[in-house]
Nanobody, 123 residues
Framework: VQLQASGGGLVQAGGSLRLSCVASRRTSSNNGMGWFRQAPGKEREFVAAVDWRGGGAIYADSVKGRFTISRDYGQSGVYLQMDSLKPEDTAVYYC?????????????????WGQGTQVTVSS
């Protein structure tokens, strides 16, 4: 499975971006999907995840209320709507598929990763 992430870019603080991630072929109907991010010099961290049907969304505290994850189950896509962006949201964002059906915050539970898309938020 190959995951292609897109939608990143440069935006001013307070602005919005929508990230998309599509699998090269249909992922297992039993896989959850999620988004992580990595800022320069920092560990890759969890952002948001959903279960195999696109429900059960969970979020990192730092993005709760500002970001919304959704999933196009039929097309094996996962999306991240990012509103009220802050400079601290600047990072490379990665999508990934989970080994399990439920959403997870743990990197170790994700087995396929996209190449990442850069998000830069200016102050």
């Amino acid at each position: 499975v190959q995951l292609q992430a897109s939608g990143g870019g440069l935006v001013q603080a307070g602005g919005s971006l929508r990230l998309s991630c599509v699998a090269s072929r249909r992922t297992s109907s039993n896989n959850g999907m999620g988004w992580f991010r990595q800022a320069p010099g920092k560990e890759r961290e969890f952002v948001a995840a959903v279960d195999w049907r696109g429900g059960g969304a969970i979020y990192a505290d730092s993005v709760k209320g500002r970001f919304t994850i959704s999933r196009d189950y039929g097309q094996s896509g996962v999306y991240l709507q990012m509103d009220s962006l802050k400079p601290e949201d600047t990072a490379v964002y990665y999508c990934a598929t989970n080994r399990r059906a439920v959403p997870s915050r743990e990197r170790s539970e994700y087995n396929y990763w996209g190449q990442g898309t850069q998000v830069t938020v200016s102050s």
